[in-house]
C-alpha cells in the first residue's frame, strides 16, 4: 500500500488532487498539510512514498521544505506542482530529487498518469533492491564457500593459477605481509561447534578459516602490527579455547606454527601447527611449535624437520613403499650412529604420530601408533613399527577400497548437473561421505586437474552455449552459470579463452552469422 503526502497552501487544490487520487488509486493512503513546517512534522509520523509538492505557500515554500525533508529523509519521491510562470523555477527542483512537476491549472489526466509513473518506479527500485539483496547473500555464502576452498588449495596443495589470485581478491581480507597458521583439535562428534568457532575467529581478527576435516580446523591468519605474534596467536587460541568453557576439555588444543612472509610458505606453516599439537595433555591448551624443546642430544646427520617434512608429503601421496623404505633405513641409520634405543624409539613415534595426524585429515581414522610395549633391541623397533605402519597403510586401503570404482564418476556428473549452484569441495564431500582432501586427490590423480577447474570448466561451457542467444545479457548469463561477481566471471573467462565474454560473444555471433 503506497502513501502519498499533498502539500498546498489552498485547501480547494488539496481536496481536488485527493478526489482525483482516491478514484483512481483507491488502496492508497493520502494525508494532507496545507504549508510547509505541517509537511516536515506529518512526514515524520506518515513516511510517505510520494510527496505532491506547491511551489508558492507562505513560511517556507516548496523548494525550502523539501530541502528540510531530505535532511531527514533522502528517500522521499517528490512531484512539484507550480503555475506555468514558475516553470524555471520548477525544473531547478530537479537537482533536490524532484522526480517530476504539474502545471496548475492540473488536468486530472495528468495526475493520475504522473503518480503511476512514479509509483512504478518506486515498485521497480524496491524490485531491484530486493534482487540486490539477494545477490548479495547469495554472494556472502558463496564466499563462505570460497573462504574454505582457498584454505584447501593453499595448505594442501591444490592450488589451481587461474583462481587463486581472484578468489583471495573476491574475499577481500586485508592481507598483511607476513602470515601464519593454527591447527584446532576438537574433540569426537564436535561438528555442531564449527560455526561457533569459525564467529569467534571472524570477531577477533583477520583469518580464513578451513573446514573441519576430522577433528581438524586449520586457520591462516594474517599478522596484526599492532601486536606482537605471540600476543596475537594467544589471543586468538584463547577465544577459539572459550567455546569449550561449558564442556569437558578432553580433546582441545591448538597447535601454532611460525610465521611465514608469503602463501606459498603457508603449507610450512600448517605442518608446524600439526607438530605442535603432538602433546595434548599439556595444562595449557595451546602451543607454539617454537617452544617444542629442542633434543639434548643431537644425532650428527640426522634433520627431523627435513624428515617431518617428507613424511607429510609421502603420507599425502600414499606412497606407502617408499614410506616403508624410509622408516626401515632410519631405524638402521640410528642403530649404525648408536643411538640409545629408547630415544631411537621416541624419533620413529614422531613419525607414526605425523603420519596418524595426515591420515586423519584425509578421512582414515587409524588406530592410535602406540607400541605396545618397550621394544629390547632395533631388530623388536624395526618389526614392531612395520607392524604399526601396516595397520595405518590397511587403514588406508579399506578406505579407498570404500570408494567405488564409478564414484569419480558420480562426482563428474554431481559438478555437471550442479555446477550453477553454491558448489564447493566440502559440499560435494559430505555428499559422497568422502573426505575433501581425498576427492581432491581422486580428481587429480584419475583426472590429472584439479576439482575447481572442472567445475570452471562446467561453468565457462554453459555461459558460452548462452551466449549464443543475443537476448541474454552478459550479468543475467554470470548469474545464470554460478558466479554472483560479474567481475570475476569476466577475469576467469578472459583467463581462461584469452578474450573477455563481450570480445568471444562478438565473435562467435558474428561467426554464426
Not at 381 to 386: A, C, D
Request: aromatic letters at 10%.
Amino acid at each position: 500500500m503506497k502513501r502519498l503526502l499533498i502539500v498546498d497552501d489552498e485547501q480547494i487544490v488539496r481536496e481536488g488532487l485527493r478526489a482525483i487520487l482516491i478514484k483512481n488509486f483507491p488502496e492508497m493512503k493520502i494525508e494532507e498539510a496545507k504549508n510547509g513546517k505541517l509537511a516536515v512534522e506529518k512526514a515524520d509520523l506518515f513516511m510517505p512514498d510520494v510527496v505532491l509538492m506547491d511551489i508558492k505557500m507562505p513560511g517556507m515554500n516548496g523548494i525550502e521544505t523539501i530541502q528540510k525533508m531530505n535532511e531527514k529523509n533522502p528517500n522521499y519521491k517528490y512531484i512539484m506542482i507550480s503555475a506555468y510562470a514558475e516553470f524555471e523555477y520548477a525544473q531547478s527542483a530537479m537537482k533536490l530529487g524532484v522526480k517530476d512537476y504539474l502545471l496548475k491549472p492540473t488536468k486530472a489526466s495528468d495526475v493520475v498518469h504522473t503518480v503511476r509513473k512514479i509509483i512504478d518506479e518506486i515498485d521497480k527500485e524496491k524490485q531491484s533492491q530486493q534482487e540486490s539483496l539477494l545477490r548479495n547473500n547469495a554472494l556472502q555464502k558463496a564466499l563462505t564457500i570460497v573462504e574454505t576452498d582457498v584454505v584447501t588449495q593453499l595448505l594442501f596443495d591444490h592450488v589451481h593459477e587461474i583462481h587463486l589470485d581472484e578468489l583471495v581478491k573476491l574475499l577481500g581480507t586485508p592481507m598483511t605481509s607476513e602470515k601464519f597458521v593454527m591447527s584446532i583439535l576438537l574433540p569426537q562428534s564436535s561438528e555442531n561447534l564449527y560455526a561457533e568457532i569459525k564467529q569467534r575467529v571472524r570477531n577477533i581478527g583477520n583469518a580464513w578459516v578451513g573446514a573441519l576435516y576430522g577433528r581438524q580446523i586449520p586457520i591462516i591468519v594474517f599478522r596484526q602490527k599492532e601486536d606482537s605474534f605471540r600476543s596475537q596467536a594467544i589471543t586468538l587460541a584463547r577465544e577459539i579455547l572459550s567455546v569449550s568453557k561449558m564442556m569437558d576439555k578432553t580433546g582441545w588444543f591448538v597447535g601454532i606454527g611460525n610465521v611465514c612472509d608469503s602463501l606459498d610458505k603457508i603449507r610450512h606453516s600448517y605442518q608446524e601447527s600439526l607438530i605442535a599439537t603432538k602433546n595434548t595433555a599439556l595444562p595449557v591448551k595451546y602451543r607454539f611449535y617454537s617452544d617444542i624443546p629442542m633434543e639434548d642430544k643431537r644425532i650428527d646427520g640426522y634433520n627431523a624437520k627435513k624428515m617431518e617434512n617428507k613424511f607429510f608429503d609421502l603420507i599425502r601421496n600414499g606412497e606407502w613403499q617408499e614410506i616403508m623404505k624410509e622408516v626401515t633405513e632410519l631405524i638402521g641409520f640410528f642403530e649404525n650412529k648408536g643411538v640409545n634405543l629408547i630415544e631411537a624409539q621416541q624419533r620413529v613415534l614422531e613419525l607414526l604420530w605425523i603420519a596418524s595426524r595426515v591420515l586423519n585429515e584425509i578421512g582414515v581414522v587409524p588406530d592410535s601408533p602406540l607400541y605396545s610395549f618397550q621394544v629390547k633391541d632395533f631388530r623388536q623397533l624395526r618389526t614392531e613399527t612395520n607392524h604399526l605402519f601396516n595397520r595405518m597403510w590397511q587403514s588406508y586401503t579399506d578406505y579407498q577400497n570404500q570408494v567405488e570404482d564409478d564414484t569419480i564418476k558420480q562426482i563428474k556428473h554431481y559438478i555437471i548437473e550442479h555446477s550453477h549452484k553454491e558448489i564447493s569441495l566440502d559440499g560435494i564431500a559430505q555428499k559422497f561421505e568422502l573426505s575433501p582432501i581425498y576427492i581432491s586427490k581422486l580428481f587429480k590423480e584419475q583426472l590429472g586437474i584439479n576439482y575447481i577447474a572442472f567445475l570452471t570448466e562446467c561453468r565457462l561451457e554453459k555461459a558460452k552455449k548462452l551466449m549464443l542467444d543475443p537476448e541474454k545479457s552478459l550479468k543475467e548469463i554470470t548469474y545464470e552459470v554460478g558466479y554472483q561477481d560479474p567481475n570475476y566471471f569476466s577475469k576467469v573467462f578472459r583467463k581462461t579463452f584469452g578474450k573477455s565474454p563481450t570480445e568471444y560473444r562478438r565473435t562467435l555471433l558474428g561467426t554464426k552469422v
